[in-house]
């Protein structure tokens, strides 16, 4: 039988589509490689949101190139974030690609498929692969909504992925209790801009309408569901992960810059106020809410003032995670054809530095919180010997245990507590 391997970076929208394509790989007999230089299929899910994302394309791009002069059947596939609407000048980049396919653009997937004599079929696409690469886990990433409408002015998400795209709620819904039917406990609902969801589909359902449908799914445990634009966020779904148990206290919500000059120059369309009082509703109404969010340092003009405003609002935001990223200037933005990348490396690393120590102590707190306390987690699998999984409030937790504890809802005693991750001991298991 021949082998694929499928390599991915980049967001969690990327990797729901790699289990897609997996899934639809296996339907049609393929098996899984181990790494590049065992497998006849390699699919390469890109991400170039920023210039060292791209690098690590370019160089496994380059590495292929040498592998397909030593094996000329092997089929290589492109798709992610690389791949704009001129595939003619990627491919006279790359003529060692077989393929360059959009974002979920399976059709022409499949296309190319049937020409090679693989009996690939669209309907098998709306199944993603459960058991994410390694082993079975009961956790399945469910992309609801392709494409971005916001172009904010450093991204060039819209200009790879699209305008907005919802799948219809039927189709998720029958996704999901499909995965359910196959062991999965755990659902999170991916888009660029989830919390947009519906908009474009007949009679505007919306996520809140969504999470309702998902939750009436008898043996779904949890869902969750990212990345959100604060701009989106509706009342109606804080009260609907409020009100529905199976929905996460868990919240991702990238807020980019604390300086409302920046925030404008960014075209987020909030302000830091805006902000802060929807995070206080959010806490209001979910007291128990863990929320993550994300930090551009260095984007073109920032003053060290302007840098303080973000390092200030990380301190009073008290957030439980916060992925802090060095403003990379992308070819075609609108940052990028308006300002100038003006800001040195230096001071960028810095300044992501700054950031970063002061989210690791203020995560230390967070989480020594929980030391004693006794939480719900969902074993996801195994690493360096210890079983892992996450809490509702997606920490990661590790627990040392001769039992078989795979896809089990448990709780834990928490022992051990880091800015990272938790350590404990079962205490007994849910379901
Ligand atoms: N849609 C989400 C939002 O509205 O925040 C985020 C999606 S974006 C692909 C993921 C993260 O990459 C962003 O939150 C941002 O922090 C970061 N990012 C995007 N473009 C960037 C750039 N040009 N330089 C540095 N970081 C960037
Ligand atoms: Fe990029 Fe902004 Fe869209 Fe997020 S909302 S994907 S940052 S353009």
Redesign the pocket.
């Known amino acids: 039988m021949p082998r694929y391997f499928i390599w991915t970076i980049g ?1 969690q929208m990327n990797k729901a589509e790699s289990q897609q394509i997996a899934g639809y790989l296996d339907s049609v007999d393929y098996q899984t490689a181990t790494s590049f230089s065992n497998a006849d299929l390699v699919v390469l899910n890109t991400c170039v ?2 210039q060292g994302a791209e690098n690590k394309v370019l160089g496994t791009l380059s590495l292929l190139k040498g592998l397909k002069n030593e094996h000329p059947n092997l089929q290589i596939l492109v798709t992610g974030c690389l791949v704009n609407s001129d595939s003619q000048e990627l491919k006279k980049r790359f003529p060692h690609v077989d393929l360059l396919f959009k974002p979920g653009d399976y059709p022409e997937l499949i296309a190319w498929g049937q020409k090679q004599g693989i009996p690939m079929e669209q309907r098998l696409l709306r199944h993603s692969r459960n058991d994410g690469w390694m082993a079975p886990s009961p956790c399945a990433l469910i992309p609801i909504i392709q494409g ?1 409408d ?1 172009f ?1 002015s ?4 819209p200009y790879r992925r699209g305008r907005e795209v919802s799948r219809p709620a039927g189709e998720i819904v029958c996704e999901v209790e499909e995965l359910v039917g196959r062991g999965i406990k755990e659902v999170t609902l991916v888009g ?2 989830v919390d947009s969801y519906g908009h474009d589909l007949p009679g505007h359902p919306d996520l809140a309408d969504l999470l309702n449908e998902l939750s009436g799914i008898d043996a779904l445990a949890r869902i969750r569901f990212l ?1 959100n ?1 604060p701009k989106d966020i509706s009342l109606k779904l804080i009260d609907a992960m409020a009100s529905l148990n199976k929905v996460c206290e868990h919240l991702e919500l ?1 807020v ?1 810059a604390g300086d409302d000059d920046i925030l404008r120059a960014m075209r987020r369309g909030y302000t830091v106020e805006r902000y802060r009082e929807l995070v206080n509703v959010i806490r209001r109404k979910i007291p128990q809410i863990s929320l993550n969010t ?3 340092v260095g984007f073109p003009g920032e003053t060290e003032e302007q840098f303080e405003h973000s390092l200030s609002l990380v301190q009073e935001m008290m957030f439980d995670v916060v ?1 802090v ?6 070819p075609g ?1 609108i940052a990028w054809r308006e300002y100038q990348d003006d800001i040195p490396a230096e001071v960028k690393k810095e300044r992501l530095n700054k950031i970063e120590e002061l989210q690791t102590a203020i995560a230390s707190e967070i989480n020594l919180q929980l030391q004693g306390k006794e939480m719900e987690v969902l074993v996801e699998g195994r690493k360096k010997g210890k079983w892992f999984g996450r809490t509702r409030s997606n920490k990661l937790v590790f627990f040392e245990d001769a039992g078989d504890w795979l896809g089990q809802l448990t709780r834990i005693q928490i022992e051990r507590t880091s800015p990272w991750s938790l350590g404990g001991e079962v205490k007994k298991i849910i379901n």
């Open positions: 967001c949101v920023r971005c916001n904010c450093y991204c060039i998400v660029q801009n990345t634009h990238p980019q994300d930090i551009i992925h990223a060095a403003y990379s200037p992308r933005t």
